[in-house]
């Protein structure tokens, strides 16, 4: 029987990366959803070469526009992913949920329901929407798949597990980016093309400025405490240059297991896919030049100010989180649009999340949806007011 899947940000590269893999096997899968913002031209190639009948344009311009132009197209074209999911027979097997930013919550909420397994790539999803996701999983049984490296490293090899008891400690690691190397004293000089020139990965330019300031890896550390339910006290990050290991486990029984493989987005998507270890992604061997090199250290604090972060955040979720994700949003549109320098980047962050306007945010439980989507417009139009 065919696996019946729905992918959720179909033209990003994690999207494209799925879709590559299911291209080499297509009889194994029947793609019931394909959705996509704006991008309609590679929706409708990608409904030809994957025979699918149903695709979501989410912006409704561009939706109005694609039914009158594509109207002879043996295809469903939607706007409102309620309305597709309520039209389902039953549940699909497995969701890649890829929508980027907080846009992409509302969407995984909505779906959970209508899947039996769900695979999250959206970061700001799992750390200010956790409470609500994990709720939703819950009530109706849905199996949760991490997909970021470090966490489907990790949870690959805990998933066996009864319990995460037997966890003493986790290490994220973290590649250092591309100011590894480059001396405090000129970061007051780093430009734009400089920040985005990632060493390791090809990534789209938001997430690449994330990795430069390293946010990224106070976001995984969030994420982290809500998947394996561990404290703050119990995940480190440790710098690993080349981005060979992404986590290493040290059990209470005193064995360390660090997680390797290469750079490749393919390993931890493949393996959401599959449930056995069968996924053939074409594994290069091990390689003993960078085993042998791994170049493990702590994370220098001043250079990277911004992992400083993990010392506000409260022990238990809060609407903080999403206080932390927009304004970050935020700044890292303003650095890309040239508004700001890089390094105003952690000194704004500073200035904005330790005022109490945003401090209060630390005792305010999430709720619901509404919650996180009110708090994100107010915060947003907060900044935008004090620099445009």
Same mark, same amino acid.
């Given at each position: ?78 706007? #409102?992913?309620? &309305?597709?999911?309520?039209?389902? =027979? /039953? ?7 890829? %929508? !980027?930013? @907080? ?112 946010? #990224?890896?106070? &976001?995984?550390?969030?994420?982290? =405490? /809500? ?7 119990? %995940? !480190?990050? @440790? ?150």
């Amino acid at each position: 029987m065919k696996k019946k899947i729905i992918i959720l940000g179909s033209t990003g590269s994690i999207g494209k990366t799925l879709i590559n893999i299911i291209k080499k096997d297509l009889s194994k899968y029947e793609i019931k959803l394909i959705s996509a913002n704006k991008n309609v031209k590679q929706l409708i190639n990608l409904s030809k070469i994957l025979n699918v009948k149903n695709i979501l344009i989410s912006d409704t311009s561009t939706y109005l526009q694609a039914i009158d132009k594509y109207k002879n197209l043996n295809i469903n074209i939607y706007n #409102n992913l309620e &309305y597709f999911l309520k039209k389902l =027979k /039953n549940r699909v097997d497995y969701v890649m949920s890829a %929508i !980027s930013g @907080l846009e992409g919550l509302e969407p995984t909420l909505n779906v959970i329901p209508f899947t039996k397994q769900i695979a999250i790539a959206n970061k700001e999803s799992l750390i200010c929407g956790w409470p609500l996701i994990n709720k939703s999983l819950n009530k109706f049984k849905v199996k949760f798949l991490p997909v970021d490296s470090e966490h489907f490293s990790i949870w690959h090899d805990l998933k066996n597990l009864k319990n995460y008891k037997q966890i003493d400690h986790i290490y994220l690691t973290a590649s250092g980016g591309p100011f590894l190397n480059r001396p405090l004293k000129t970061f007051n000089k780093i430009n734009l093309a400089e920040a985005l020139k990632h060493p390791n990965w090809n990534m789209g330019k938001k997430i690449s400025i994330d990795s430069a300031t390293m946010i #990224n890896k106070v &976001y995984e550390v969030i994420e982290a =405490k /809500n998947i394996f339910y561990l404290s703050y006290d119990k %995940i !480190s990050i @440790l710098v690993q240059p080349s981005s060979y290991v992404h986590g290493i486990i040290r059990y209470k029984n005193g064995i360390i297991k660090l997680i390797a493989h290469q750079t490749s987005m393919s390993i931890p998507i493949s393996g959401t896919l599959s449930d056995t270890n069968n996924n053939s992604t074409n594994a290069n061997n091990i390689n003993l030049d960078l085993l042998n090199n791994l170049s493990l250290a702590k994370i220098n604090r001043k250079k990277y100010p911004l992992i400083r972060l993990l010392n506000l955040m409260p022990a238990h979720h809060s609407l903080f989180e999403t206080v932390l994700v927009s304004i970050n949003d935020e700044l890292v549109k303003l650095f890309l649009n040239k508004k700001i320098n890089f390094i105003d980047i952690s000194k704004y962050m500073y200035k904005f999340i330790n005022s109490y306007k945003y401090k209060k945010y630390k005792t305010l439980r999430v709720k619901k949806i509404e919650d996180i989507k009110n708090l994100n417009d107010k915060i947003r139009v907060n900044i935008r007011s004090l620099f445009y």
